[in-house]
């Protein structure tokens, strides 16, 4: 079964500068998906990004950008120019893209903490 | 953007109690999922749906769970007789592909 790891259930971050959370995975299949979740106080799960296994390039939206390493199994966020919207619970999830409607399965979650 | 709609957002029920959580995926959707997060922890997967029946279910989704599409537009998870331990917020999400959830806002269930 997959797994997915966050080993750091806080961060915290001054506005405008930059940080990256951490996650790693466990799985014996070649092509899946890797997502990065937002969940804010109001409790939505907001996607954030995503890279698919097969691509090499690592996956960029605006501020928020991946560094995938396949090989070593690793999914890490960095957000650049820190906001205070920012700050909401990060969870990292990986799907499977063998299965028709397949789970996705969570990391335990990095609260990010935005300090003005 | 299209949304899916979840209702109610909070509902508290007594122990023993049947409770239907109910989501409206957005239209053009093929596949749904329902989650459950129990308070500050890890997103839990339940049971995704696809084609009219239940593509995968995990461990947590026993014989107390169900779920249905009973008109072509609602998606329903029913919980036949809660348990103090089913107290989370319930999350549903569609998706056209594999590619992006949109999840819906939740519910969250109190069992009293």
């Known amino acids: 079964a997959q797994t997915v790891t966050q080993s750091q259930p806080e961060m915290s971050v001054q506005e405008a500068e930059t940080v990256t959370l951490s996650c790693t995975y466990d799985t014996s299949e070649s092509d899946y998906y890797l997502f990065w979740y937002k969940q804010p106080p109001s409790r939505q799960m907001i996607l954030v990004i995503r890279q698919e296994a097969y691509k090499q390039q690592n996956a960029t939206e605006n501020r928020f950008s991946v560094n995938f390493q396949k090989a070593a199994k690793s999914f890490s966020l960095k957000i650049s120019d820190s906001q205070l919207g920012d700050a909401a619970m990060y969870f990292c999830?990986?799907?499977?893209?063998?299965?028709?409607?397949?789970?996705?399965?969570f990391g335990d979650g990095t609260t990010l903490t935005v300090k003005p | 953007e299209p949304e899916v709609t979840q209702t109610p957002s909070h509902q508290v029920t007594q122990m023993g109690q049947e409770v239907i959580l109910r989501c409206v995926p957005i239209s053009n959707h093929l596949y749904f999922y329902w989650y459950r997060q129990i308070l500050g922890q890890k997103v839990e997967f339940l049971v995704s749906f696809y084609n009219n029946e239940i593509s995968e279910k995990s461990e947590i989704f026993d014989d107390q769970f169900s779920v249905e599409r009973p008109d072509g537009s609602n998606f329903t998870l029913k919980i036949r007789s809660t348990k103090l331990e089913d107290s989370a917020m319930y999350f549903c999400?569609?998706?056209?592909?594999?590619?992006?959830?949109?999840f819906g806002s939740g519910t969250r269930l109190t069992v009293v």
């Open positions: 999400a569609s998706s056209e592909g594999l590619l992006r959830d949109t």
């Open positions: 999830a990986y799907r499977s893209s063998n299965t028709n409607a397949g789970k996705s399965t």
